[in-house]
């Protein structure tokens, strides 16, 4: 499989003008996360990404998943994205960005809008850093339950084939009316099709020592922040094989019906959005 280095990602980075949010949201429906990189372990190697796994917390929306690194950002932060960065980093992790001897900011990705009710509900920004010397790992176990490394050509060298797919059940209150919400749940179209990518945590640190870091994968955020940084924004799409056809269109339901429907419509309006399997958003 080929590399990727981080002399290669930091080019890149420093090139880019990344999408950021014109949004204006309260303070705590901002959020910032650290995608940390480091050269890869081995000569050859492909440079890896810092990954965690968040612990299982009651009422966290995204607990026990993996993750970069972060958090909403606070007033204290005074609207500074990477002292939130910062912050955050230094909670979950216990180590500190700010120190120049051991970390360098390289840039920054597009920002993430997040809609509920047809207005922006969060927005989700990523600052991407170098490490540029070993550094100890501190777990806050009540936020973290291991952290990891992973290589970024598992995500930039990843096809369509690679990705598991898992349906979400679109929960009542997600920004629908109750009886819009009955309806699609009537007709199928409360299920919607996530992709994973499985991956493997390298030099993993536990929390605590019955923690698993078997099975685990990118879903979500995390993994569209993570195709931003090793593919250049490249999607990573869940498709279906029409048995008859033998084509390919954009999994997006539970029911191979439903999305045929939508790929029969954006070919038609929007054959770009066919094409990359970005024509529905939640």
């Known amino acids: 499989?080929?590399?990727?280095?981080?002399?290669?990602?930091?080019?890149?980075?420093?090139?880019e003008e990344p999408f950021l949010s014109?949004?204006?949201?309260?303070?705590?429906?901002?959020?910032m996360v650290g995608c940390?990189?480091?050269?890869?372990?081995?000569?050859?190697?492909?440079?890896?990404?810092?990954?965690?796994?968040?612990?299982?917390?009651e009422?966290?929306?995204?607990?026990?998943?993996?993750?970069?690194?972060g958090g909403r950002c606070e007033i204290e932060d005074d609207g500074d994205d990477l002292a939130t960065v910062i912050r955050e980093v230094r909670e979950e992790v216990g180590i500190n960005l700010a120190d120049e001897t051991h970390y360098r900011?390289?840039?920054?990705?597009?920002?993430?809008?997040?809609?509920?009710r047809?207005?922006?509900?969060?927005?989700?920004?990523c600052l991407v850093f170098e490490q540029l010397a070993p550094d100890?790992?501190?777990?806050?176990?009540?936020?973290?339950?291991?952290?990891?490394?992973?290589?970024?050509?598992?995500?930039?060298?990843?096809?369509?084939d690679d990705l598991h797919n898992t349906y979400w059940t679109v929960p009542r209150g997600w920004g629908l009316p109750s009886y819009l919400h009955g309806y699609l749940e009537l007709i199928g179209l409360n299920r919607v099709a996530l992709a994973t990518l499985p991956i493997v945590m390298r030099d993993p640190v536990k929390a605590r020592?019955?923690?698993?870091?078997?099975?685990?994968?990118?879903?979500?955020?995390?993994?569209?922040?993570?195709?931003?940084?090793?593919?250049?924004?490249?999607?990573?799409?869940?498709?279906?094989?029409?048995?008859?056809?033998?084509?390919?269109?954009?999994?997006?339901?539970?029911?191979?019906?439903?999305?045929?429907?939508?790929?029969?419509?954006h070919s038609t309006y929007n054959r770009r959005g066919l094409r990359d399997g970005s024509a529905m958003h939640l």
């Open 1 to 15: 499989m080929p590399t990727i280095t981080v002399s290669q990602l930091a080019a890149r980075l420093s090139q």
């Open 22 to 31: 014109a949004a204006v949201t309260p303070v705590k429906s901002r959020a």
């Open 36 to 57: 940390i990189v480091r050269p890869g372990s081995e000569p050859g190697q492909s440079a890896e990404m810092l990954t965690i796994l968040r612990a299982i917390r």
């Open 59 to 69: 009422g966290d929306p995204w607990s026990g998943q993996t993750a970069f690194p």
């Open 105 to 116: 900011l390289l840039g920054r990705v597009s920002d993430i809008e997040i809609y509920r």
């Open 118 to 125: 047809g207005r922006i509900h969060m927005v989700i920004g």
């Open 136 to 160: 100890s790992l501190n777990l806050d176990p009540r936020e973290v339950s291991a952290v990891g490394w992973v290589p970024l050509s598992l995500i930039g060298y990843a096809t369509s």
């Open 209 to 265: 020592p019955d923690v698993s870091v078997d099975d685990l994968s990118l879903w979500g955020i995390t993994l569209q922040f993570s195709t931003m940084i090793a593919r250049a924004g490249s999607p990573l799409r869940l498709y279906r094989k029409l048995p008859i056809f033998g084509v390919r269109i954009p999994r997006k339901f539970n029911s191979i019906f439903h999305d045929l429907l939508v790929a029969l419509y």
